[in-house]
Every structure is written in C-alpha cells, then in structure tokens.
C-alpha cells in the first residue's frame, strides 16, 4: 500500500485519454496472451493423448523430435508484450501518468531504475529457479551455488542491458509519435 501510494505521488495524475489507450494495448495484450496460452495448452494435451494412446512415451527420443510446449508459449509471451507496447506507441504515449505523458526527451533516471528492477528480477529468479530446479533433480548437497549465483549475476546484466535499451527506444518512438499526431493535429 506505502509502494503504490508513492509511486503514485512520483508519477503524478493519470491522463484520461491516455489511460483509454492503455487499457486498449493490454486488452490486445490479454486476448493474445488467453488465445496462445489456451492453444499451447491444448497441443500439449493433445501431445500427452497421443503419446498415451499409441504407447510412445514422449520422454524418448522421440521427445526430441517434437515442438516442446514451451516454444509456442514464450511466443505467446513476446507477441503479447510486443503487440501492447506497440499499440501504447502508436497512441503517442509510454504510460498513461502525466510525468510520462508530456515528456519531450527520455527520462533516463526513469530508465535507469526500471533496468536495475528488470535486472534484479530477472537475476534473482534465474539464481533462485536453479537453485531449486538442482535440489530436486541433483539434491540439496550438490547444488552448485556459485555456479548459480553466476548464472544470476549474468542474468542481471543481461535484464538491466536489455531493459535499459528496450525501454530508451520505446521512450523515444512514443515521443517522435506523440509530436507526429500532435503536428498532424495542429495543421
């Protein structure tokens, strides 16, 4: 409750147009993620079904030669986010709060703190997921921790790097369009 009364108070009001437009990018957002989610869902029962009915066991090799259920889902993912962050541009805007919506130049502290939590979460759950995918399959006295932590440390890198550029170049596209829509407006 303290978190979100204080983000609020940083970002200031919401925008009621820009807001609209929001909602609209993660209506597409959610019918695209609920569609390929109920899909991969489906093919992975129908995998299971046939592998059962025809006794060939998908653990095989002939596992390897299928279309793991987890390929159609990360791409549901991506097209998802793409899909939303895509049509929040187009509308002119990043985020729907006033200290986003009017901006003229890329807030790089903005940027630079929502890297750092892209980083740490995306270090943190690849160190801690590890951690627990090797105590079920290796067990607790083979772990290998700092193995793990590196893999986080990597991670985290990787989070921040790509947050921080995704996030500069949607910033800035939403800038070029929203002066784009305003000119048009304007003539």
Known sequence: MYLTRKWKEIMGPKEERLETEENKATK?????????????LYYAIMLNQVASTTDNPIFTPLGAKLIPVDIPLMLTILVAGVASTALQIRSGAFS??????????IPWDYISAFALACGAILGILTCSMRIVAEIQIVGFNNVAWLGDLAIGAV?????FA?????????????????????SELGE
């Open 96 to 105: 729907s709060y006033k200290r986003l919506a009017d901006i003229d130049y």
């Open 28 to 40: 597409v957002a959610a019918h695209i993620l609920l569609v390929g989610s109920v899909i991969t």
């Open 155 to 159: 991670f985290f890198m990787i989070g």
């Open 162 to 182: 790509v947050g921080f550029v995704a996030v500069a170049l949607s910033i800035q596209s939403a800038i070029k369009r929203r002066k784009q829509i305003e």
